[in-house]
């Protein structure tokens, strides 16, 4: 559990910084959208889409999927600045094992290492024997600034195509990318992950770590996970599921409902759904070799680091520079801890791989 006085210097925080709360947002890369007004009509609607936003977040209501993309976008826009000036890179969770593990970005890489591992994704040999059975096109669905990508093209020496809904995010990752001498390896762009601008078959590995939250169609986006892979490849989703339900039960109770609820507007989140659900899902488009595994209790100890790594100078000023949904965003830690204590947020762990179309044909004949 959060100490009560990490709380309570958290909600101070956040007081502290509510004066910044609707201001205009800036960001540090060209390519993403900045809007600022200067008619009265326009600032009036502005006004009062400000105040619908606000009447919506109180209620916690649920965004329209297309509110949801803008959302999203703007969200990881205003908020990766200071999420990489803090934590670095990687925008997810860190492999806690031993749980007091206090060298968080490395537990972040080893998370990409071990998901991987669990896979079954062959670790490369040191003599370069197995080259011929590693990954050699990985999409990284919902990448962020590109951390896993440029991660998993130096480990097997493959290219990444990651998309993101954020301009910013996809200019700051072939940033690095330059910076890190793996541009010619690795390519960002802004691209929808239930509409992706990729061939049928195109990659072996599909990757996507902490993205499938954001999908308000989890079949739509599972369909096209699988319609992207190549026969024989292997598909990784890791994301963050509601509880399982119980035999007899329909849906979680209202006072889940409701923590999600108030979760979703601080994280530009649609609805959730179960580690039970995404299996279903493959199951239905032919997966084979589908495995799951509950990881909640590796990554336990992330959400107390990101508060307290929160709670310095650089980030409190950073917080309090960087506009009310990050600030929401911050206050929502808090939420995931009592999900995650209660047993209702489960950090989900899902791989399968596409059959190989000679397999598939066979099934279909008989
Ligand atoms: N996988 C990255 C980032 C996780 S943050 C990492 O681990 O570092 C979630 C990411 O999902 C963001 O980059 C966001 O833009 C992306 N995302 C959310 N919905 C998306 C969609 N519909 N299409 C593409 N990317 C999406």
């Known amino acids: 559990m959060v100490s009560s006085i990490q709380s309570i210097a958290l909600a101070a925080l956040l007081l502290v910084s509510s004066a910044n709360a609707f201001s205009p947002t800036r960001t540090r890369n060209a390519a993403s959208p900045s809007t600022t007004t200067s008619s009265s009509s326009t600032s009036l609607n502005g006004v009062r889409s400000t105040v619908a936003r606000v009447r919506d977040s109180i209620m916690a209501k649920e965004r329209s999927r297309e509110d949801l993309k803008i959302g999203i976008a703007g969200f990881y826009d205003r908020s990766s600045q200071l999420w990489e000036d803090v934590w670095g890179e990687h925008m997810h969770h860190g492999y806690y094992v031993p749980n007091d593990r206090t060298d968080h970005v490395q537990a972040q890489i080893d998370l990409i290492d071990e998901v991987l591992k669990w896979s079954g994704v062959p670790e490369p040999a040191a003599d370069g024997s197995n080259a011929s059975i590693l990954p050699k096109k990985c999409v990284d669905v919902g990448c962020g600034i590109g951390g896993s990508s440029r991660h998993i093209a130096r480990k097997y020496g493959c290219t990444s195509n990651g998309i993101t809904l954020s301009p910013y995010q996809a200019g700051r990752g072939n940033e690095l990318a330059i910076e890190q001498g793996v541009a010619d390896l690795c390519n960002f762009q802004v691209a929808d992950a239930l509409d992706q601008p990729f061939e049928d078959e195109s990659f072996d590995l599909i990757w996507s770590l902490e993205s499938g939250e954001h999908m308000p169609d989890k079949e739509k986006f599972v369909n096209e996970l699988f319609r992207v ?10 994301t963050w599921c509601h509880r ?89 830690m808090l939420l995931m801890l009592r999900g995650f204590d209660k047993g209702l947020i489960k950090f989900g762990l899902i791989t399968c791989s596409k059959p190989e179309a000679i397999v598939k044909k066979a099934v279909q004949a008989e």
């Open 229 to 238: 892979a190549t026969p024989g490849g292997r598909i990784i989703i890791v």
């Open 244 to 332: 399982d339900l119980e035999v007899g039960e329909s849906s979680l109770n209202s006072k889940e409902e409701k923590l999600l609820a108030k979760i979703n507007r601080a994280y530009y989140l649609p609805r959730w759904c179960s580690v039970d659900d995404y299996v279903n899902l493959l199951k239905s488009q032919g997966a084979v070799d589908i495995r799951r595994e509950d990881w909640s209790y590796i990554i336990a100890p992330f959400w107390k680091a990101v508060i307290k790594s929160s709670l310095n100078v650089k980030s409190v000023l950073g917080l309090a520079k960087s506009g009310f949904s990050t600030q929401r965003g911050a206050y929502a």
